[in-house]
Structure formats: structure tokens, C-alpha cells
């Protein structure tokens, strides 16, 4: 879910909106769940007392109704979090646009006025461009008066957090896991949680606070995709290309044991695009914005023969869409790759999938489209193998094996 501020404070630009318990986060919502929330419910945090309209203006007000189940937060600390991709190394990627000089001022720590502890916060009093300048606010109009009854003491006090100077930072690369924060603060969920880490923005992080900052990347990054493609002598297999909005899509290769630092290359120059997914066949496809166009990137036969393993005669398989699947139900499924028919001289007669036999239903010289069939690899030897092997068949006795491409999941329904 996105965020509703700049920097975690209310940006008078921006709507004067605050955060709320599940804005800039990477949410979990557990779909199989038969008890699972149909409709969100909140509740106010200093009463427990159900929300009947919810107002996004007091958002910072709310906590999750006891009600609520199957839906939880998975990371947070998001900034406009555009885009994430679940990789075929089972890794959790996402992309972040950093925040803007003049949307809004950082919270930079709990509240610090006398008298006041974290959990005293309540709601937003003032947006802010900048904490600096008086004339550059406006009042939150529901912060007084409050929707419940008050003692004078309480009414004394305004424990709202610490504030800092505007900043501008640059967008971001996550590898993200379940509990991280990455840096972009939520007063409301820092109160709801008692989680530390959400008083500080990833620029003020305080020394010894559990915090993921990621990598930086050239901005304004919009889609992130995995290219799964075995082409080009599988070079690019599993690294990740991310879409620059109405620029280029560049390659970006995360420090690992190989390399120490972040290397970002230009792959091409494209332009008018926003998203960015992966499509069988080592296909990009890039979603349009402007014009709510599609516009699909293919490589060249030249290019793909360069890194071919023979001479440029056998059947080459390069990917499985989708790449993972239940293995008690039917699973239809596209392998892409080149020269399945050969003009028509072979045709694919057999697919195997991890070992199991799956039905073809039809296919051509790039293409072969077909269903896993239902219960055939529901035993423990296929859900616990993690990724397997996709094998074809051919009517001339070649055969292509694509390694460990496809992951059956157990299922609990």
C-alpha cells in the first residue's frame, strides 16, 4: 500500500493527509484463509472504540479492529512503493521513490515535549512544507475536538512528534523480508506497535535501530521485473530490470559474493512507459501511461544465436509462465523458446515437469502451451523438491531441458 505522506509528516501539497495503520508497507494477505477479512475495520486507538466513518484526515488516529484477520504487514517503511517482484530465488524486491523537496517535512523521532510519551501521540496538528516556516502550515480541522471526552490535563498537552528540515533523497531498491522497515516513518504505526524503528526517517536513522536502507537507483524508477529467460547463453537468468519512467529500462546486478558494489547498466532507451513485467520467450512487455498503451521489447534471432550451444539447428526452451503453481489443481502453463517445429519438420511429443507428464495443448515454433494435470504432483517429493526441471520431447528424438524452472506449491485447501 502506498504512502500518504512525503517524508512520514503531512505535506500541505500533498492533501494534508497523514499516515494510517497499513499506508507504506508491502502488505500479507492470506487469500486460503476462510476467515479472512472481507472489509477493513478500525478502531480508535485511545478507546478501542470502533470507527464508524472512517476519515482519512484522523487516519493517525486508527488501529486495525480485533476483528480484522488474514491481513497483516509484511515490511513498511515505503515511500511509494511503485512496484515488487517475488523471484525465482524465492527473494522479495521492491522499489521505492525517494521523497521531494517541498512535499513535505521528515519525523525524525517520537514526541519530546514534557509530559509525553510515544503512546500519547494522536493525530496530526499542522501540515508542513517546511518546520521552519509558520506561514507554510495548515491546520489539521479535526484535530480538535476530540472524538472522545477529554480531561484538562490531556487537553493541555499536544504530544506530536519530532520534526526536521526538508529532505530529498533518491528512489531505492529494496530486498526486502518480512519485518523489515526501510526508512519512511508512520506515527501511527509506531504508536500501534510500539515499533521505534517508524519514529525515524532512513536519512536520521538513529545509531543502533534495525533498519533495511537498500540501494540507491537513478530516479524515477516505476516497475521492477525478473528476467528468467535462458537466452543469451542465460547471462541475464534472475537479474532484475527496472523501468525508468519515460526513459530506459536499465539491468541492476545487487551486491552479492561476486560484486561488492550496486552496478546499474543501460539496457535501451525506451519511452511513453511506466511498468514492466517479464513475458514468455525472454519477451519484456512495458505498460504505457500517457496513452494506456503495450508495447512488447524482443531480441533479435541474431542476437540469439550468437549464444546458442550448437549450430543453430536444435529447439532451445527459455522460460515457464508462470513459474510456480499449486500442485494439487490443473495448471496451465507457456514454455517459450525457438525452433520447436523447425518448419515444420518437428513437433513437441512430450513435456515433464519435475517428472510428471503434463498435457500439450498447443504449440508453434516459438511456444507450447499446456495444463499440468490436476493431482499429479501432489506428493511430498514434488512440494519439497523446490525448483525443478522442465524437459520436452521431441518428434525427431531432440529433446532441450531447462534447469530448475518451476516450483510446485503445497496447498492447504
Request: net charge negative; hydrophobic share 35%; aromatic share 10%.
Amino acid at each position: 500500500m502506498g504512502s500518504m505522506t512525503n517524508a512520514g509528516w503531512p505535506g500541505c501539497t500533498l492533501g494534508g493527509l497523514p499516515e494510517s495503520p497499513l499506508t507504506g508497507s508491502l502488505m500479507k494477505v492470506e487469500v486460503r484463509n476462510p476467515k479472512l477479512t472481507k472489509r477493513i475495520k478500525y478502531k480508535y486507538y485511545k478507546t478501542g472504540e470502533l470507527v464508524e466513518k472512517p476519515n482519512q484526515l484522523e487516519g493517525d488516529r486508527y488501529a486495525l479492529a480485533d476483528s480484522v484477520v488474514g491481513i497483516s504487514i509484511w515490511s513498511s517503511g515505503l515511500r511509494n512503493n511503485y512496484d515488487s517482484v517475488f523471484t525465482t530465488n524465492e527473494e522479495t524486491y521492491i522499489i521505492m521513490n525517494g521523497p521531494n523537496l517541498g512535499s513535505g517535512v521528515p519525523v525524525t523521532g517520537p514526541p519530546q515535549a514534557r509530559g509525553c510519551t510515544p503512546q500519547d501521540f494522536d493525530t496530526w496538528d499542522e501540515c508542513r512544507l517546511d518546520s521552519r516556516v509558520k506561514s507554510e502550515t495548515a491546520v489539521n480541522p479535526v484535530f480538535m475536538p476530540k472524538p472522545w471526552p477529554v480531561s484538562e490535563d490531556e487537553m493541555s498537552k499536544n504530544c506530536q512528534p519530532t520534526l526536521s528540515t526538508p529532505i530529498f533523497s533518491p528512489d531505492r531498491i529494496f530486498r526486502s523480508f518480512e519485518g523489515a522497515y526501510h526508512g519512511h516513518p508512520n506515527p501511527a504505526r509506531a504508536r500501534n506497535l510500539n515499533d521505534t524503528r517508524q519514529w525515524y526517517h532512513g536519512v536520521y536513522m538513529e545509531a543502533g535501530v534495525n533498519f533495511t536502507e537498500g540501494w540507491a537507483i537513478p530516479s524515477s524508477t516505476t516497475g521492477v521485473t525478473e528476467f528468467r529467460g535462458d537466452c543469451f547463453g542465460g547471462r541475464l537468468r534472475g537479474d532484475l530490470l527496472v523501468a525508468k519512467w519515460d526513459t530506459n529500462i536499465f539491468l541492476v546486478d545487487l551486491p552479492d559474493e561476486n560484486n561488492e558494489e550496486l552496478l546499474v547498466t543501460d539496457l535501451m532507451d525506451v519511452e511513453n512507459y511506466l511498468d514492466i513485467q517479464y513475458a514468455p520467450g525472454c519477451n519484456i512487455i512495458m505498460m504505457g501511461y500517457k496513452y494506456g498503451d503495450v508495447g512488447v521489447i524482443s531480441p533479435s534471432n541474431e542476437a540469439l544465436t550468437e549464444f546458442e550451444r550448437e549450430n543453430g539447428s536444435l529447439p532451445e526452451i527459455y522460460d515457464i509462465s508462470p513459474w510456480r503453481g499449486p500442485a494439487k489443481y490443473g495448471k496451465p502453463f507457456v514454455i517459450g523458446g525457438r525452433r520447436f517445429t523447425n518448419g515444420k519438420r518437428r513437433k513437441p511429443v512430450e513435456v515433464r515437469i519435475g517428472g510428471v507428464k503434463a498435457e500439450v495443448k498447443n504449440y508453434g515454433d516459438a511456444r507450447i502451451e499446456g495444463i499440468i494435470p490436476a493431482q499429479a504432483a501432489q506428493s511430498e517429493v514434488h512440494t519439497s523438491a523446490g525448483l525443478v526441471d522442465v524437459v520436452v520431447h521431441f518428434s525427431d528424438d531432440t529433446l532441450d531441458i531447462l534447469r530448475k524452472a518451476f516450483l510446485f506449491l503445497k496447498s492447504s485447501h
